[in-house]
Nanobody
Framework: VQLQASGGGLVQAGGSLRLSCAAHGTILNRYDVGWYRQTPGNERALIAQISSRGITSVADSVKGRFFISRDNARNTAHLTMNNLKPEDTAVYYC???????????WGQGTLVTVSS
């Protein structure tokens, strides 16, 4: 089972995007979900997570700008990104979490490019 991220694109600095994480073949609200991002030459970094009970946390680097949520009716999770900065440029992925570790095979990420 994989989670598929979508919703990326090109946006100017200060703009917003909402990413979606879709689950197929499983019920996503049973699991903790995390959003990761990866830039060239670096490992994927966990930037936001939401528990099965809806408790959220985000990394300091995106606190106050990025918000994670879930839509149980649509079996999806979202990452709303506001006031985007060029350093937010990355490929974004989602995955089910066990603790703070990714659990499933990585699905396709979505590229976010923020222009200055």
């Amino acid at each position: 089972v994989q989670l598929q991220a979508s919703g990326g694109g090109l946006v100017q600095a200060g703009g917003s995007l909402r990413l979606s994480c879709a689950a197929h073949g499983t019920i996503l609200n049973r699991y903790d979900v995390g959003w990761y991002r990866q830039t060239p030459g670096n490992e994927r970094a966990l930037i936001a997570q939401i528990s099965s009970r809806g408790i959220t946390s985000v990394a300091d680097s995106v606190k106050g700008r990025f918000f994670i949520s879930r839509d149980n009716a649509r079996n999806t999770a979202h990452l709303t990104m506001n006031n985007l900065k060029p350093e937010d440029t990355a490929v974004y992925y989602c995955n089910v979490l066990t603790g703070v570790s990714p659990t499933w095979t990585w699905g396709q990420g979505t590229l976010v490019t923020v222009s200055s």
